[in-house]
Each structure stands twice: as structure tokens, then as C-alpha cells.
T-cell receptor, first 116, second 111 residues
Framework: DAGVIQSTRHEVTEMGQEVTLRCKPISGHDYLFWYRQTMMRGLELLIYFNNNVPIDDSGMPEDRFSAKMPNASFSTLKIQPSEPRDSAVYFC??????????????FGPGTRLTVT | QKEVEQNSGPLSVPEGAIASLNCTYSDRGSQSFFWYRQYSGKSPELIMSIYSNGDKEDGRFTAQLNKASQYVSLLIRDSQPSDSATYLCALDHSGNTPLVFGKGTRLSVIA
């Protein structure tokens, strides 16, 4: 298996611009997670999906952030407009879920976002 | 009280020694426990999972779980400089997705 794919490793954009991060989960996994990691705050869960449906977006910091999962093999995280404080590493992860038990989550390589 | 607590380190051990990494948690309903390793500039990599009390060994790694005392630990035997990384403890919340992550312990293995 190719693992979780985040094809863009580094993204640089200017403040005020829209930025879209992309993720392809592991085939067969029914959960997809978006995380943000900074030195100060560590790993933060932003939003997660189950069977393409958003389950909890309480970690999304502001309305500037939105995420979609149009099908089982693709998800996007969009920031519009971007701000310098959004600079961080954004990870996508996926897992197979089961009743009453959490299964292993596998992370993509991450996208390092720099907003100037 | 934080849900998952780890000492941030750095934990320094000499090459060949046993590194002991600890994690405590607050939710007694947690059922699944994981250790991730994260090298600088890389993504978290799953290295161990444990679901029942006791020890689970995989090569140089041993995960230990004690649900009564609410802690999980990771032992790394014969530590190597290549083990130098941040180790993240993760667990579920009463058996539910998603996982809750600790902030990690930075391990430094000195040659």
C-alpha cells in the first residue's frame, strides 16, 4: 500500500491568499483526520471524517478553515484567507474504525505551510 | 488535568542503555494505546499498539500497560543514536475515535 498521500510537502503563500491542502487516505480506511502541528501547541486535531461525512470539526480554529471529503479517496483542507499564524505542518491521517475500539492511525508525510 | 501526560524531556540515555518513556492518562475507559515515533521534520510513525494489561514486545521495543494505575510505558532496549526522536503516546477516549495524543517526550541517545 502506498500509505497516506500528501503530495505537496511545502506550500508557501502570501497572507490573504487561499490555500488548499490535499490528502489521499489509505485504501479501505473509513476514517480520515486532519491535524496541525506547531512547536507551541503540539499536534492538534482539526476535523475528522467517517465514511466521507464530517463527524467533528470542533478543532477547526476559525471559519477561515474548511474541509471536504467528496469521496473515499480524497480530502481537502482549505484556508481562506490565510494568515501568518496559520503557518504550521498539516498532517492527514487515516484509520479503519471498529465498534468499541480505535484502530491504528497512519499519518501522511505532512505539508509544511508557510504564510508570509 | 490533562488527558494524556508525558514528560517533555529531553531524556538522554547512553548508547546501549534502556530508554524508558512514560505516559499517564485520565480516562479510565480508554481501551487502545499507541506509541508513535516522530523524527524531526517527519510525520508520526506508529511503532507499538497495546490493548490489554501487561507487556507486549516487538524487537527492541516493549510496551507496558497498567490500566489500574492509568499508565502506559515504552521501553527501548539497546538504545541506538537512530532512536533519537520524539515519542508520542496516544490513546482512545472511552473506546471512541479519534485518538488523543500527548505532547511527546524527546529522546536523545548519546553515542
Amino acid at each position: 500500500d502506498a500509505g497516506v498521500i500528501q503530495s505537496t510537502r511545502h506550500e508557501v503563500t502570501e497572507m490573504g491568499q487561499e490555500v488548499t491542502l490535499r490528502c489521499k487516505p489509505i485504501s479501505g480506511h473509513d476514517y480520515l483526520f486532519w491535524y496541525r502541528q506547531t512547536m507551541m501547541r503540539g499536534l492538534e486535531l482539526l476535523i475528522y471524517f467517517n465514511n466521507n461525512v464530517p463527524i467533528d470539526d470542533s478543532g477547526m480554529p476559525e471559519d477561515r478553515f474548511s474541509a471536504k471529503m467528496p469521496n473515499a479517496s480524497f480530502s481537502t483542507l482549505k484556508i481562506q484567507p490565510s494568515e501568518p499564524r496559520d503557518s504550521a505542518v498539516y498532517f492527514c491521517a487515516s484509520s479503519f474504525g471498529g465498534a468499541g475500539r480505535s484502530y491504528e492511525q497512519y499519518f501522511g508525510p505532512g505539508t509544511r505551510l508557510t504564510v508570509t | 488535568q490533562k488527558e494524556v501526560e508525558q514528560n517533555s524531556g529531553p531524556l538522554s540515555v547512553p548508547e546501549g542503555a534502556i530508554a524508558s518513556l512514560n505516559c499517564t492518562y485520565s480516562d479510565r475507559g480508554s481501551q487502545s494505546f499507541f506509541w508513535y515515533r516522530q523524527y524531526s521534520g517527519k510525520s508520526p510513525e506508529l511503532i507499538m499498539s497495546i490493548y490489554s494489561n501487561g507487556d507486549k514486545e516487538d524487537g527492541r521495543f516493549t510496551a507496558q500497560l497498567n490500566k489500574a494505575s492509568q499508565y502506559v510505558s515504552l521501553l527501548i532496549r539497546d538504545s541506538q543514536p537512530s532512536d533519537s526522536a520524539t515519542y508520542l503516546c496516544a490513546l482512545d477516549h472511552s473506546g471512541n475515535t479519534p485518538l488523543v495524543f500527548g505532547k511527546g517526550t524527546r529522546l536523545s541517545v548519546i553515542a
